[in-house]
């Protein structure tokens, strides 16, 4: 059976493929169904782009090497024509400035493409660092420790369609729902008898497999939810445990935390569309 890891990877290196064992995963996986139409429709864009305008402007394919007028005539060979012939510079060199636009563009426009290839097969680097800048607008979340109303959480994971089962809502701290790459994800804080820890459940995001990570003053966890739809980050601040020193016993909280939360974690309905 092909993974998710598995299934990017040869979509990443030819989008219009169709092997079978990459039709019978994308058949049961909607991540990465969506994530093959958008490679294809940025395929589209590509050859667009890289065709030259004719003269009505219309793309047409680029031009081959013997197609293609020098500059300068070779070394010994009759001059050019001059300037003021006029049908040689309407033929030669009137397209140039639209072609170099055109070209330019291409070039902006496969960096762009490349730069989407690499952030979808590296989804350490580009999921964890944005979960990260987004603790820092919520610095207050830590400081928490009333417990939180069970209707309050109900709330919050609802509009995301998010369902803990059998949590006690004396663990939740702190909930909210908030805005994180195009979706609304719930942000708990969950006291543990070492320290406070921040779960973020990410539904509609892909995470493959598991993946640890050190981010600044945080360390955590990405984790896939079991059955697939999504993932959580579970993180601790600065490597503190229950003694306050740190380096130590940061990580037993966070597995112990992620292991709780995976737990009781369900899917419900459709996952909301990223906006």
Known sequence: MMNCEEGRLQIGADPAGSAAALEAHVAGCADCAGYRREMRALEGDLRLAMAWPDRAGNGVPMAR??????????????????????????????PLPTARRWALAAGVLLAGVLATS????????????????????????????????????????????????????????YAHSCFLRGRYV?????????????????????????????????????????????????????????????????KPDVEAAAAGVLAVLKFEGEAPPAQ
């Open 118 to 173: 690499f952030f979808a097969l590296q989804p350490r680097d580009a999921l964890a660092t944005a979960i990260v800048a987004h603790m820092s607008e919520e610095p207050d979340a830590w400081a928490k420790t009333q417990p939180i109303p069970r209707s309050a959480l109900e709330l919050v994971l609802g509009r995301s369609g998010v369902r803990l089962d059998r949590v006690e809502s004396g663990d939740v701290v």
């Open 65 to 94: 090497p013997d197609d293609v007028v020098p500059l300068r005539p070779a070394s010994g060979a009759p001059d050019a024509p001059a300037a003021t012939d006029s049908r040689h510079a309407d033929t030669r060199s009137a």
């Open 186 to 250: 719930p942000h708990l804080v969950v006291s543990t008898p070492t320290g406070p820890v921040t779960v973020l459940v990410l539904r509609g995001e892909v995470v493959p497999q598991r993946v640890d990570f050190q981010e600044g003053r945080y360390s955590g966890v990405l984790l896939p939810v079991p059955g697939g739809g999504g993932g959580i980050a579970v993180l601790a601040r600065g490597g503190a445990g229950a003694g306050g020193a740190r380096g130590t016993q940061a």
